[in-house]
């Protein structure tokens, strides 16, 4: 959102973009959802995580986060709390690693999982119980739906995403 929706500000001028299309985003999937959904929002904790220790140059092609993102990050989890949704973020981890662990523990379990994500590495946990849908779009992937799409099954995908390249 932060970076799809610009120079929205409020009356003090602090920007609100990514705080704007979060919530716009959030509330949505909620009137969405059913009386058991859980819904669980995952943050990357301002840390290094396990993978900085592993290779010094992890994501050093990436530009340094926008000076006013943080503050609008500390907004958003703000919300979430009042709201009364589960959070979780863990120093030395991702958020993608959260949702990870958390898809497929639940999904041992026997629950159905949604994973609401613009990030398509997470295609990789997709399974008859897990599917991923984008923010703003209603279009659900499970694994018939990746074939369709990319002509590889789920258990293909990162080695379609490694061999076809990805920018990030």
């Known amino acids: 959102s932060y970076f799809a929706i610009r120079e929205l500000t409020n009356s003090k001028g602090q920007a609100t973009n990514a705080v ?3 919530v716009r985003s959030l509330l949505r999937i909620l009137a969405e959802g059913k009386d058991e959904t859980i819904t669980v929002v ?3 904790a301002p840390a290094k ?6 290779y010094e140059d992890y994501k050093a092609g990436r530009a340094p986060t926008p000076d006013d993102l ?4 500390k907004i958003i989890k703000e919300i979430v709390n009042y709201l009364g949704l589960h959070q979780v973020e863990m120093p030395g981890l991702e958020a993608d ?12 379990l026997g629950f159905f999982i949604e994973i609401v994500t613009s990030d398509r590495d997470a295609y990789q946990l997709i399974s008859d119980r897990v599917c991923v849908r984008g923010l703003d779009k209603n279009e659900r992937f499970g694994p018939t ?12 995908w990162t080695d379609y995403r490694a061999l076809t390249g990805d920018s990030s």
């Open 70 to 73: 943080p503050g609008q990050i």
């Open 20 to 22: 704007f299309g979060f």
């Open 49 to 54: 995580t396990f993978r900085h220790e592993a």
């Open 97 to 108: 690693d959260l949702i990870g662990t958390i898809a497929k523990t639940c999904e041992h």
């Open 42 to 44: 995952t943050f990357d």
């Open 145 to 156: 739906e990746v074939f369709e799409k990319y002509g590889v099954t789920v258990n293909q």
